[in-house]
């Protein structure tokens, strides 16, 4: 305890020091680091109604040297969003995260959805030195990873690649998951190529979704002759992609329609289900022909039968189809989405000279990706469903929630954007939404 005089004397000794001025240290202050971040988000799987908006999620760390942040500028959704959305591939997936487990239960939760990613590099990880902050970039998030419904997304830089430069943030979110998934079941499964395509007959069923537009024009790039099976109101969609052939499923027996055609040489089935009985019959027997299906029972057994039994039952099931038609003459193969900044490098090269251009069905904003999974979830979309996300015009929708609003019309793809902001920016009217979208991207406002 202080006497008085000693505290009396330390008062003096403060007045007298506040007289003159200290020299400067030299030391700063660090900007405070962000913690959270705006993200769609699940706490648990269901329906549309357990999709939740939170400004709270956690904000991305880079854990290993060769990561990167992208600050996410455009995302788009695929089936797979709908799936685990409602639970599948939840095992394999939860093995894949904590192979382990060395974490508590549910760690899945809360839970980003979206794969596909369009945006800007904000920051790399020590060993990563192909890429730079600034970089536009796109890429396919891994499904074991958190997705890209959020302001920032983390990732691998070997699954990320520099965005085609004569794409928009837009556009360019709608091809890397279903580019890459077409390029493993064509190129790393079906082992077609730019050098042996040529003049091979190829058969695309589902030609109308993401996958399928894609497949079409990658395979007709490389000089292959392309049948594409759709409904009849995408058949000039087809054929604006390059399809030589189209054949409406709904027109009669496909079965037999497809008979009357001559052989394939390989087979993409989007579709699954009774296709899978016949199809393979449509080969070209002992020339090396292959039949290849993205519809596979994989995540389902695991789901079904846990880690062990289900992997146990997926490769009985594989090894007794493929042996089954090798006897018969043509390979039967199964494939998968498979994360490649490399692949997506290529695929980045045939889309800046012309040869594959995004093929997109809707676009919706950040605050409509309900709405967005709705659209998904109703079937027969001709492309993509992309998600917008501007910094720009939320931040002026939110400032400002009274006087602007932001209306998409599903079947004229347009979009009415009205902002009456006092002393802020005047919007176009009567603009379509990608072209919208694409002069946001381009900072023109």
Not at 70 to 77: D, E, M, N, P, R
Not at 114 to 120: E, L, M
Not at 124 to 144: H, M, N, Q, T
Not at 201 to 206: A, P
Request: glycine share 8%; aromatic share 8%; net charge positive.
């Amino acid at each position: 305890m202080l006497s008085r005089g000693a505290a009396g004397g330390r008062a003096l000794r403060g007045v007298a020091r506040a007289g003159r001025q200290l020299p400067s240290r030299g030391l700063r202050s660090s900007p405070r680091c962000r913690s959270a971040m705006p993200s769609w988000v699940i706490d648990r799987y269901g329906r549309n109604d357990v999709l939740r908006f939170t400004r709270d999620m956690v904000f991305p760390i880079i854990h290993f040297p060769n990561e990167v942040i992208i600050k996410v500028h455009a995302a788009s959704l695929n089936p797979i969003d709908l799936s685990m959305r409602s639970g599948y591939g939840a095992t394999a997936l939860n093995m894949k995260r904590d192979p382990l487990k060395l974490k508590s239960a549910d760690t899945e939760f809360p839970l980003t959805l979206g794969r596909d990613v369009s945006g800007v590099i904000m920051e790399c990880g020590l060993s990563v030195s192909y890429f730079k902050p600034g970089d536009e970039v796109w890429a396919a998030i891994p499904p074991w990873k958190q997705g890209t419904l959020s302001e920032f997304v983390v990732a691998s830089g070997n699954e990320v690649s520099f965005k085609p430069k004569c794409l928009s943030h837009t556009e360019a979110a709608s091809l890397p998951y279903v580019g890459l998934t077409a390029w493993s079941a064509v190129n790393q499964v079906g082992g077609l190529n730019q050098n042996n395509c040529s003049g091979k007959r190829v058969l695309i069923l589902g030609a109308s979704g993401g996958v399928g537009t894609f497949t079409v024009q990658l395979v007709k790039a490389w000089g292959a002759h392309v049948t594409a099976v759709c409904s009849h109101d995408a058949s000039a969609l087809m054929k604006k992609l390059g399809a030589d052939d189209v054949i409406d499923y709904k027109s009669g027996n496909l079965e037999e329609q497809l008979k009357a055609l001559p052989l394939f040489d390989f087979i993409l089935d989007n579709v699954g289900g009774s296709t899978e009985k016949w199809a393979l019959d449509l080969l070209k027997k002992w020339s090396g022909a292959t039949y290849v299906t993205l519809v596979t029972p994989f995540l389902i057994n695991m789901d079904k039968l846990g880690v062990a039994d289900g992997m146990l039952q997926t490769g009985v099931t594989v090894g007794s189809k493929t042996v089954k038609h090798l006897f018969k003459g043509v390979h039967y193969r199964w494939a998968f989405f498979t994360p490649s900044g490399p692949n997506l490098d290529e695929i980045a090269e045939l889309v800046d000279a012309g040869k594959i251009q995004p093929v997109i069905d809707e676009v919706f904003s950040f605050s409509e990706v309900p709405k967005a999974f709705l659209k998904l979830e109703g079937g027969h979309a001709r492309g993509k469903t992309v998600i917008n996300w501007n910094k720009r015009l939320f931040t002026l929708i939110e400032r400002c929630p009274g006087h602007s609003s932001l209306l998409c019309q599903s079947d004229h793809k347009v979009a009415l954007v009205t902002a009456q902001l006092n002393n802020c920016i005047h919007l176009p009217k009567n603009s379509s939404m990608l072209n919208l979208c694409s002069r946001m991207d381009q900072q023109k406002w």
